[in-house]
């Protein structure tokens, strides 16, 4: 039986059964194996989105899939094919789009927030959005391409090269690939991070990483680079203290990468950035080489990724993941298996 999770608001998931939506022309309809708890869908929970979102939402959209029927006109996939979904519609008329960025459309349908989600047992999507998995890689390790294309777009933005100090301000499951991914193209990487399970976690993955709470960040990168600075600093903390801190830790003409989302406008130094002539870029999701490079590294089996996976649960636990999200601890990334 199709099942979902839904969200109604005021942090309450209710489970039931899931709608069989038949794939139209250029459409497939997928079935659902694994679907990975993320930031974004713990914003929804928290009702941040509220005024975004149409009530009741099928959240998720990390996944991993097999598809399972062929709307008319689709001839590059097969029944059975494993997939993971790029889960974006731009809407192909704004400037973003027609300069060639439409994964920052303008009106972005975002799968999973402003239309429902792979958090149900079928899914029906546009034929467009698929990214063919190699066979031999797991569903539950495709679930992580997502969040892992994140990283790619991010590190690729940045233009990071071997040899290049790297620090990365946030040791959640994004700031872990950023750290993973850089550092697998040769940059020398410290993770910052308060969480003591994240810290470890990092060590274990072979990371440099320290709590800022107890040792001098500022101090620790200047001494490890003969006073210059790191050449990149990547805020994915979403603190008003990782903003505060980047500008300190860059070297002159240096460049601080924002992918964190701040729910509140943070202090920055622009003094720094004129001091220094340090540099800013932003960086917002994905484009479709970043899913190409996801898979191609996951596929390579050199990443860590078992390690990043705290736990495996039922559809019907996704409240309590939320839960186990919200209180901190020793939670990384929770994938619910349907």
């Known amino acids: 039986m199709a099942q979902a999770a839904y969200y109604e608001g005021n942090r309450t998931i209710r489970h039931g059964s899931g709608e069989l939506v038949e794939p139209a022309s250029g459409e497939v309809q997928l079935k659902i194996s694994h679907c990975g708890i993320c930031g974004t869908d713990l914003h929804i929970y928290h009702g941040a989105m509220d005024a975004r979102v149409r009530m009741p939402l099928v959240m998720g959209h990390e996944m991993s899939a097999t598809v399972h029927k062929l709307g008319a006109g689709v001839a590059d996939f097969s029944p059975g094919d494993k997939v993971v979904v790029m889960p974006l519609a731009p809407c192909g008329d704004c400037s973003a789009c027609a300069a060639g960025h439409s994964h920052i459309c303008h009106n972005l349908d975002f799968r999973g927030i402003d239309t429902p989600g792979a958090f149900q047992s079928y899914w029906t999507v546009p034929a467009y959005t698929l990214h063919r998995m190699p066979e031999h890689l797991s ?9 892992l294309a994140v990283a790619c777009h991010d590190v690729r933005l940045a233009d990071v090269k071997a040899g290049d100090q790297v620090v990365v301000l946030g040791g959640g499951p ?7 991914v850089a550092k697998h193209y040769g940059a020398e990487v410290l993770v910052s991070e308060i969480n003591p399970f994240r810290v470890e976690l990092a060590r274990n993955l072979g990371l440099a990483a320290i709590n800022p709470t107890e040792i001098d960040l500022t101090k620790l990168v200047m001494e490890e680079t003969g006073g210059a600075g790191a050449d990149i600093v990547f805020e994915v903390s979403g603190s008003q203290a990782g903003a505060s801190v980047m500008t300190d830790l ?8 924002v992918v964190a989302i701040f729910a509140q406008q943070p202090k920055i130094d ?13 960086v917002r999701v994905y484009e479709s080489e970043d899913f190409s490079t996801a898979i191609a590294l ?6 860590p990724l078992d390690e990043l996976i705290t736990d495996i649960r039922p559809l019907q636990a996704l409240q309590s993941g939320f839960e186990d999200m919200d209180r901190g601890g020793q939670v990384m990334k929770i994938l619910l298996e349907l």
């Open 298 to 303: 996951a596929a390579e089996g050199t990443l």
């Open 250 to 257: 860059l070297r002159t003409r240096g460049l601080a990468v």
């Open 270 to 282: 622009l003094f720094r950035f004129f001091w220094r002539e340090l540099r800013l870029q932003g």
């Open 174 to 180: 994004i700031g872990l690939l950023v750290a993973l």
């Open 139 to 147: 569903l539950k390790h495709g679930a992580l391409i997502e969040p």
